[in-house]
């Protein structure tokens, strides 16, 4: 972990009361200053030249990354993992997804069709393009440098696997500027080693067992390489071995396993599974603890309920996702069209605006600030309220806007019905359904039961 600046200030000539205390030779009024800046990493232990033996080894063991950052694949679409410093989500963050990839063999009769797919697969879920990351080609064939620079002009990352030297050697000739991650099978790790330091591009250690890497890995960072990614191959505990990876990393910062790590999912499953169970087995690895994960089969289905799994793990529990509170018109508004109320959580402006979207009647939803809170939650933590909506209400100026005085409130919430009218002298609240599927209907037909 890094240290803080009273930790730092504390083995300074100031936290120490030495006579060399705040002598400013560092460029700051006092050591308090110094150690701040040197703890935001704003400023280098070099400028002081009082700085003690014991801080100097104190700062560069807090300097050393608990899993080191790979980076593969084009600029525009660069794939990057790793660089994790907590366990769990909750203690801090997650920082780089899981990247996903899809394996493909070079010999596949399909692969251009496969290709295209792939690397056209697009869906959209809370304002996010949700996409497959990268390609593991696999060589099959003669055509193997040819199939690797299709994919590399596609834009996704590429992952080569190979156990053919000279072939890698090949690829890298005529695709080495897309810096795809490289995995040599059965290869010796001192032939490994010369493609990561010959190339610039990172690769992958594989071991039959976590003994085994750590032997690769540890030659590897004894020649000065350290862009590599871990490969557990065939492990019977596949979840054990990769928690004892990241815990070995992150909290006992062993050198050997702190790097990213690759799993294959038809490595670790048994091959009489269907893709739904090996599917469920791949949402397991990104939970624990697999930096990149290469599914064997694409399916759009399975596909999107992994990048959704994604998506939910790798945000910051500290920061819901929010949009910004105002009003959004949906579809050609006008001055008879309905009004909505949701809150600023983002999960739930997207379902509420495409199933509002969905009812074919042009709508304004308005979007009410509540710290990205859902509707239910909000109300409970008094952010969603008759006076927060109120005010919302006033501040868009809907008086001016539309003829009508109507304004449709979520079903849960339906009692503060009551509050807002209260707020919103002349206007009337309309209690929406509970369900938002049910929206859709809702607004096409509130008007009709109104006037029953």
């Avoid at 696999?138 to 690797?148: C, H, L, V």
């Avoid at 080569?160 to 991650?181: G, H, R």
């Avoid at 596909?303 to 945000?315: D, E």
């Avoid at 909506?389 to 809907?398: L, N, R, Y």
Wanted: net charge negative; with cysteine; glycine share 4%.
């Amino acid at each position: 972990m890094a240290l803080t600046g009273l930790q730092i200030f504390k083995h300074l000539p100031g936290g120490k009361k030495e006579k060399e205390a705040n002598c400013k030779k560092c460029g700051f009024p006092t050591c308090m200053a110094f150690a701040m800046k040197l703890a935001k990493q704003e400023t280098t232990s070099d400028n002081c030249e009082y700085i003690s033996d014991e801080l100097k080894a104190l700062l560069e063991e807090a300097s050393i990354k608990q899993q080191r950052e790979i980076k593969f694949g084009k600029t525009d679409r660069q794939v990057i993992v790793g660089n994790e410093t907590v366990m769990f989500r909750h203690d801090k963050t997650f920082v780089n997804p899981t990247c996903l990839a899809v394996k493909l063999e070079s010999s596949d009769s399909d692969f251009e069709i496969k290709l295209a797919s792939i690397a056209n697969y697009s869906v959209e879920r809370v304002g996010e393009n949700l996409k497959i990351d990268a390609i593991a080609l696999i060589d099959a064939d003669n055509s193997f440098t040819d199939k690797a620079i299709k994919v590399a002009n596609t834009g996704l990352a590429l992952i080569l696997q190979s156990s053919n030297f000279d072939t890698i050697k090949e690829v890298l000739a005529s695709i080495k500027e897309y810096k795809p991650l490289v995995c040599l099978k059965n290869i010796d790790i001192s032939k490994i080693i010369e493609i990561e330091k010959e190339y610039g591009v990172p690769v992958v250690v594989s071991g039959s067992n976590i003994e085994d890497i750590v032997n690769k890995s540890t030659k590897a960072i004894e020649a000065k390489s350290e862009n590599l990614v871990l490969n557990l191959e065939k492990s019977e505990n596949i979840f054990e071995d990769l928690t004892y990876i990241r815990r070995s990393a992150i909290e006992n910062k062993f050198r050997p396993l702190g790097f990213p790590t690759i799993t294959f999912i038809d490595q670790v499953t048994e091959d009489t599974l269907n893709s739904t169970e090996k599917t469920v087995n791949a949402s397991v690895l990104m939970c624990k603890y697999s930096n990149i994960l290469v599914l064997d089969t694409f399916d759009e289905a399975l596909i999107y309920t992994l990048l959704t799994l994604r998506q939910n793990i790798f945000t910051d529990p500290q920061k819901p996702l929010q949009i910004e509170p105002k009003v959004y018109p949906i579809g050609d508004v006008d001055r008879n069209s309905p009004i909505l109320v949701s809150t600023n959580f983002a999960l739930t402006y997207f379902v509420v605006a495409s199933e509002a979207e969905a009812s074919g009647v042009p709508v304004y939803l308005i979007i009410t600030p509540s710290d990205g809170m859902s509707v239910l939650t909000a109300w409970a933590a008094s952010k969603f309220t008759g006076e927060t909506i109120a005010k919302a209400v006033k501040e868009a100026k809907f008086d001016e806007l539309v003829d009508h005085r109507e304004i449709i409130i979520p079903g849960y919430v339906g009692n503060l019905k009551e509050e807002i009218e209260e707020e919103l002298p002349g206007w009337e609240i309309i209690i929406g359904p509970n369900e938002v599927v049910e929206l859709p209907d809702f607004i096409r037909n509130y008007k009709n039961c109104l006037k029953l």
